[in-house]
C-alpha cells in the first residue's frame, strides 16, 4: 500500500491513562476528515506549541475508529512525558496517517505477532483491524519488555487468541528475550503459523530473521528509524534492502514502514 498523506490535524485528547509504571495510552478524538489507516501506519505528533522540543514524535496507530484516534505511549524523553501527561481537552497537532505500506491481513491464516517494547501498538492495531474485517485465522501474540513496568498486561489481552510475554529481568512471564521465547514456543510445539509479523528494534528484527530461518512463509516488519521529517524528506531514516541484485536506500517513514524481513540488507546497516 502506498498513500502517505501528509496533512496534519488538530486532535483533542479525551482520555489518558496509565496502564503501566512506565506506559499510558493517550486517546483522542478523530479529527473530522482524517482518514481510514492501515495497520503498521503512524501519526508524527507535535507534543508542544513552543520550540521545545522542535521535532515532532513519531507513534504508531494502536487504534482507529470511526470516533477515536489511541496511541500507546512510553515515556523515553522529554516529548513522550509531554504526551503521556496531556490531559482530556488539551489539543494536538497530529501528521498523518504516515507510512506507505502496511501490514497485510493474513487473509484467514493463522499469524504470530512478535513485538518487542512498544513495537506493540501496531500489532493491537493490526489485530482489531484484521478481526473487524472479519478475519478467521489465529493471531498469537509474542511479545517481550525489559521488565514488568514495561509490560502492560490485560487491556489487549483480548484482542489475541493467546499472549505470551517475556521480560529480560524475568519479572513477567518467560525470564529472557522475546526471540529466544518464540524459539522455544516453535520448538515446544506450543504455537504454529505460517506467517510472522514484527515491530521492535533492529536488533530484535534482526535476530528473529537469524533464529526463525525459513520456519514461516513470510515475515513482513515495521521497522524503528530515528525520524526527523516523518515524510521522506531528509532522508534520515533510511535501511537498505536487496532488490534486483543491488542495495537500495529506503526510508522507513515514507517507504516503509513495513518491508519483507528477508529483503533488509543487516550487514549494510546495523
Ligand atoms: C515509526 C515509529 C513508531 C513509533 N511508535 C511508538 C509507539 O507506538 N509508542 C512509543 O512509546 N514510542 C514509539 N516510537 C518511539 C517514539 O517516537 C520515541 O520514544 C519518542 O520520539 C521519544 O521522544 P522523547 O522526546 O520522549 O525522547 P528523546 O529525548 O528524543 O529521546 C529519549 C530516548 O528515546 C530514544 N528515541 C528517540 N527517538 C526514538 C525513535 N524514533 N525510536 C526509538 N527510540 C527513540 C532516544 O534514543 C533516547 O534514548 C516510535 C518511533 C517510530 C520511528
Ligand atoms: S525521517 Fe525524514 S526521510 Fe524519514
Not at 115 to 122: I, K, N, S
Request: aromatic residues 8%; proline residues 5%.
Amino acid at each position: 500500500m502506498k498513500g502517505n498523506t501528509k496533512r496534519s490535524y488538530k486532535a483533542r485528547v479525551i482520555s489518558s491513562e496509565r496502564i503501566s509504571p512506565s506506559c499510558g495510552v493517550v486517546v483522542f478524538e478523530r479529527p473530522e476528515g482524517f482518514p481510514d489507516a492501515l495497520p503498521g501506519q503512524f501519526v508524527s505528533v507535535r507534543v508542544s506549541d513552543s520550540t521545545v522540543p522542535l521535532l515532532r514524535r513519531p507513534y504508531s496507530i494502536m487504534d482507529l475508529t470511526g470516533l477515536e484516534l489511541a496511541l500507546l505511549v512510553k515515556v523515553a524523553g522529554r516529548g513522550s512525558a509531554m504526551l503521556a501527561s496531556a490531559g482530556p481537552g488539551e489539543v494536538m497537532d497530529l501528521a498523518g496517517p504516515l507510512g506507505g505500506a502496511s501490514f497485510d491481513d493474513p487473509g484467514g491464516d493463522d499469524a504470530v505477532l512478535v513485538a518487542g517494547g512498544t513495537g506493540l501498538a501496531p500489532m493491537i492495531f493490526s489485530a482489531r483491524t484484521w478481526k473487524r474485517r472479519g478475519s478467521r485465522g489465529r493471531l498469537y501474540l509474542v511479545h517481550g519488555a525489559a521488565s514488568r513496568d514495561e509490560s502492560p498486561d490485560s487491556f489487549f489481552e483480548a484482542d489475541f487468541d493467546k499472549v505470551f510475554r517475556a521480560t529480560m529481568d524475568g519479572s513477567a512471564g518467560f525470564s529472557g528475550d522475546v526471540v529466544a521465547l518464540l524459539a522455544k514456543l516453535l520448538d515446544e510445539g506450543r504455537i504454529s503459523a505460517p506467517l510472522l509479523y514484527s515491530c521492535g528494534p533492529a536488533g530484535m528484527v534482526r535476530a528473529l530473521v537469524e533464529r526463525t530461518g525459513d520456519r514461516f512463509k513470510s515475515h513482513h516488519t515495521s521497522l524503528e528509524a530515528v525520524m526527523a521529517c516523518g515524510v521522506g524528506a531528509c532522508r534520515g531514516c533510511t535501511v537498505p534492502l536487496r532488490e534486483g541484485g543491488r542495495i537500495v536506500f529506503k526510508a522507513v517513514c515514507d517507504d516503509g514502514t513495513v518491508f519483507r524481513a528477508s529483503d533488509i540488507a543487516w550487514e549494510e546497516w546495523w
